[in-house]
């Protein structure tokens, strides 16, 4: 079965540091990785999505790369801001049959950038 | 604009009840999910749709029932709600990503 586990838990930064979110995962067939945001009461924002045959994606300050043969993906933040604060989810796909694809979730790094 | 809503946003409801969380996507999705996240924990998948008249429950056990009747829409169905039911239901739609709805907090008392 499929674990993801994201390191760390939480993290308090000033505001103007880069910084760089861990997301490990158990079994390498995956088919996609997706970096969400969350923000507190709120649904999940989708960030980046990698392919399982890219290494890395970027978008604006963002950019995330995947060692599938390690089980490993990283997000990287440059020059963070305090509206980069929130939960940061990062998620595998998993094939369901059909064309359909399971998203398993770790349980996010909680993301504080101080002013 | 092609998005995926669902209502309410949040409900207070007394144990017994029966309720209806609502999802809608206008995105032309053949592929619907919902998922449940208990406050501090991880998403789970408890229902998912291929398309019209195609339902299959997830990894995590459920009472909760849906339907797919139209492509747009995937209702979720409690017979009857308990405490244990407490929780954040997020509806989700695929494409090349999953997009996902802004949630339904439900608190069952």
């Known amino acids: 079965k499929q674990e993801v586990t994201q390191i760390p838990a939480a993290l308090s930064v000033p505001e103007g540091e880069n910084l760089v979110l861990n997301c490990s995962f158990t079994d390498s067939a995956i088919y996609n990785l997706q970096w969400f945001r969350q923000d507190p009461g709120k649904g999940l924002t989708s960030l980046l999505l990698?392919?399982?045959?890219?290494r890395e994606q970027t978008s604006g300050r963002l950019n995330a790369s995947l060692d599938k043969s390690s089980g490993r993906s990283t997000l990287y933040i440059a020059a963070s801001q305090p509206g980069d604060s929130a939960t940061y989810l990062c998620?595998?796909?998993?094939?369901?049959?059909?064309?359909?694809?399971?998203?398993?979730f770790g349980k996010g790094t909680k993301l504080s950038v101080i002013p | 604009e092609a998005d995926i809503y669902q209502t309410p946003r949040y409900l207070v409801i007394g144990t017994g009840k029966k309720i209806t969380l609502e999802c809608s996507q206008t995105m032309g999705h053949d592929k619907m999910y919902w998922y449940q996240q208990d406050p501090g924990m991880e998403l789970h998948l408890i229902h998912y749709s291929y398309g019209v008249n195609s339902t299959e429950k997830g990894d995590l056990s459920s009472e909760s029932t849906v339907s797919r009747i139209r492509t747009e829409h995937f209702p979720l169905t409690l017979e009857s709600a308990r405490p244990s039911h407490t929780s954040q239901y997020l509806c989700a739609s695929s494409g090349y990503e999953q997009y996902f709805g802004p949630g339904t907090r439900l608190t069952v008392t």
């Open positions: 990698i392919q399982s045959s890219q």
């Open positions: 998620a595998v796909w998993v094939g369901l049959g059909a064309g359909s694809y399971q998203l398993t």
